[in-house]
């Protein structure tokens, strides 16, 4: 028994400064990461505010992850006002006429193929892993075909039809109906 708890001992003795530097890297990572992450959210909410400056007429901010585009346009009495448009993750133009007057031209409703890759669950109370693409779109809506399988039991694969709303950037929240007829919902990741 003693030898055995000596043995444990200097085996620990012999990796302690590899785990502690692996340790310091891991740390320095994680804060590093955070205080990169805090400067962004700074500039991001620098880059999106709707302040216009005394020298600046017109601001246009596109905004990704909520999917908006807002136009802060300066009044001749100093007053501003905020147009705030839908932006779709599809291409999207901003024309300026010779009148300054902007445009903003996306397509709201049409025909898509976007795979995408899901997890959740069915309603009879099976988790489910989806693999599919979305055909049609309206808005930030989407209506896919896919398939799902149970993870614990493979040969279970069933087609579904679902319909999500896009709710960040490339990720929706979706409800599916299989061809057993059993509901579910699901998180996907659009790629």
């Not at 620098?46 to 999917?67: D, Y």
């Not at 300066?74 to 932006?87: A, H, N, R, V």
């Not at 896919?144 to 279970?156: M, Y």
Request: aromatic letters at 8%.
């Amino acid at each position: 028994m003693k030898t055995m708890l000596l043995n444990l001992v200097n085996n620990i003795k012999a990796h302690l400064k590899h785990d502690a530097i692996l340790a310091l890297i891991i740390l320095l990572g994680v804060f590093g990461w955070k205080g990169c992450r805090k400067v962004a959210k700074t500039q991001d909410k620098q880059v999106t505010s709707t302040v216009l400056a005394p020298n600046q007429k017109e601001k246009i901010v596109v905004n990704p992850e909520k999917h908006t585009i807002e136009v802060i346009t300066k009044k001749p009495d100093g007053s501003t006002t905020t147009t705030t448009t839908y932006l779709p993750d599809r291409p999207t133009a901003v024309i300026e006429d010779n009148n300054g007057k902007l445009s903003i031209i996306d397509h709201k409703y049409g025909a898509e193929l976007r795979p995408y890759l899901g997890i959740g669950g069915a309603f009879d109370g099976t988790p489910r892993v989806h693999v599919g693409s979305d055909f049609f779109y309206f808005h930030r809506m989407d209506l896919g075909l896919g398939l799902d399988t149970n993870p614990s039991n493979l040969k279970d694969v069933r087609a579904n039809l679902n319909l999500s709303y896009n709710f960040w950037s490339n990720t929706s929240i979706a409800v599916s109906v299989d061809n057993h007829k059993v509901p579910g919902l699901f998180l996907k990741v659009r790629f």
